[in-house]
């Protein structure tokens, strides 16, 4: 459990010289720079005040979203299913990532993609405007006439007008002298819509605008690109159709080829990132007329590399002891085997800085409760060895390490309680190899057979017994704690009381069947019945209120712990056997029901087995691994980490360049990582 040591520093330099102790401060990645508090400015504000950055970088970011923004606009950076999930493996050199920071024309390169941006969407609005002149051009597809009749003459006008079919007749009836005078044309199927050419004299507009209006007439406006015969047109829009396609299809290949330089892209993005942190953190200092004074914490192994700054700068490093009133960063230190499981612990948050830190009893907790819970030797298996895989495919990328390791232990965990449980792929080999050796191998294997009744009580036990046990380890955490904190009494009353009260009121049930454990029973019960009645009694003044206080102290309304409390977070432990018996129950249906098709069906059963027993048991394992992975948080954070666990306030995150999106290696790595593939 190792929470690393701090030093509290304060770093005081002359302001002329504050841009160049932030930039040492930066390039020596060790130093967290912390707030002052608003109490600490506003006690000193006739002396100091805090200075307003003027560096930003903040354009730089910006365009960099901008370019990431188009990509994902034409659809570039499409995955995969699976990779969906899995990060880029983006690698560089030290030399190659300052070359990029220095040389990489990011403004250029993002002019030159706007304006493939901005060509491609006037083809597609050009292209959507063709698409009109296709349906304009299928609704008067009979027009027999050339378009540029249209554009009428000095002394005439005309028009394409659509009408009601029945009322039709009654214009060419009503309506006789003005038509007869004029010109018109009807063209298509008329017994629904009537659609007719009119070319009519403009002596007549108003008479023909009244007509219009009477017989509800409405005219199908051309666009003036059309000159010619429809057919002429057709060709014209297909044309052009077919050279905006191509030349869209030229500027997405151009865009692919931009979103090769995605990973150079990323370096960036990191490096300016990293940046603005760094300019930022100029609003955290505190500065007189004439000083800078930087507030933080580093690690006690570092510390040497600020006293080595102050011997080469004009600047004074004065350290203290972190105090339980300082919201004290936390920097987490485990061995590379408890490593992976740090995501965990901060993905609840990282325990206070007074505190421990639970990574490797988390480690063996979590995997025991994934293995239980998924309880297949099969699956197991197959998480074992997917994990190895993407752990070859990614090494080195610290964070996928960390994730698939996780998978990978818990996967470990379920094949050794597979073959203790007998489930290994549910009941297939006793279902389909029942007379082979391996078979019988397993048999003797198994010590609980959780289908049957005496197996599943015996499971059940097993997994509250395993919840009793992280309790009263919650309990022993929290005991701990309070006597680091030196709040002895607490310690006392409310904790070793309930690590003696709690399990005796356990091994009460064992009594008689075991009687020679009887004495120690009772005297564990007695001492700690007596120091959680003495823990309710002292917390209270009123000397009326403290027989009740004792008596609620038990119960658990004024302690941090309780009997209630004790009962149902040591039978939530059931949820491993339930999940452990639902993936075998799972995975023998499938197997059951896969044998009665390869049975019924002849020839064609033994492919319509395999498609069943390969559907039925992807779909366990999906379903299964991703319930133990998630009830085993949840005991966790919920049942486990509630009794003794304190967050803290930040990580402790040194000020310097953060690689999120790309790892920076050395030559010699390179080679030995390509040369082991």
Known sequence: MAIEKLQKVHIVCQKEEKDAILDEIYRLGVFHIDKFSPSCVKDGENYFTHPVSAHTVSNKLNTISSIFSVFKQFGVEQKGFISAFLPEDERFSREEFDNIIIKFPLDDFFNELSSL?????????????????????????????????????????????????????????????LIEKNFLYVFGEKRVKAKFFFLYLKEDEEEVMNLMKEYRIEKILVTETFSGFIEEETDRILQRFSGLEKEKEIILSRIKEYYKEKGKLLAIKDYYESMERKYKSINYTVESKKNVVFRGFVREKDFDKLNEMEKRSHSVVISSEPTVHDAVPVALNNNSFFRPFEMLIKMFGVPSYFTLDPTPIVAILFSIFFGVALGDAFYGLLIVLGCLYFLKRYRGNAGVEKFFKIFLYGGSIAIVVGFLTGSVVGNFFPMYFSHISFTHFLGKLQIIDPSSAEGSIEFLTFSIGLGILVQLLGILLSMIIRFRRKEYAEGVFN???????????????????????????????????????????????????????????????????????????????????????????????????????????????????????????????????????????????????????????????????????????????????????
């Open 117 to 177: 941006s901005i060509r491609y969407s006037k083809l597609q609005k050009e292209e959507n405007g063709l698409k009109e002149e296709k349906i304009l051009i299928n609704s008067i597809v009979e027009f027999p006439f050339e378009f540029a009749v249209l554009s009428g003459t000095e002394e005439t006008n005309s028009f394409i007008g659509i009408m009601d079919g029945k009322n039709f007749d009654k214009l060419l009836s009503s309506k006789k002298e």
């Open 495 to 677: 904790g070793l009381g309930w690590f003696l009260f709690a399990p005796s009121l356990v091994l009460l049930l064992f009594v008689g069947q075991y009687p020679q454990i009887k004495i120690p029973v009772y005297t564990l019960l007695v001492v700690g019945f007596i120091l959680l009645l003495a823990g309710g009694w002292i917390s209270v003044r009123q000397p009326l209120l403290k027989p009740v206080a004792a008596l609620i102290n038990i119960y658990g309304i004024r302690s941090s712990y309780g009997l209630t409390s004790f009962l149902g977070d040591a039978l939530s432990y059931s949820r491993l056997f339930v999940l452990g018996l639902s993936t075998s129950i799972l995975a023998s249906s499938f197997n059951i029901v896969g044998k009665l098709f390869g049975d019924l069906l002849g020839p064609l059963g033994f492919f319509a087995m395999l498609l069943l027993l390969l559907f039925g048991h992807s779909l366990t394992l999906a379903m299964n691994s991703l319930s133990a992975f998630i009830h085993s948080i949840r005991l966790l954070f919920l049942e486990f980490f509630c009794r003794f666990y304190d967050i803290a306030s930040v990580e402790f995150m040194p000020l310097g360049l953060e690689l999120k999106n790309i790892r920076i290696i050395t030559k010699i790595k390179e080679v030995e990582v390509n040369g082991k593939s």
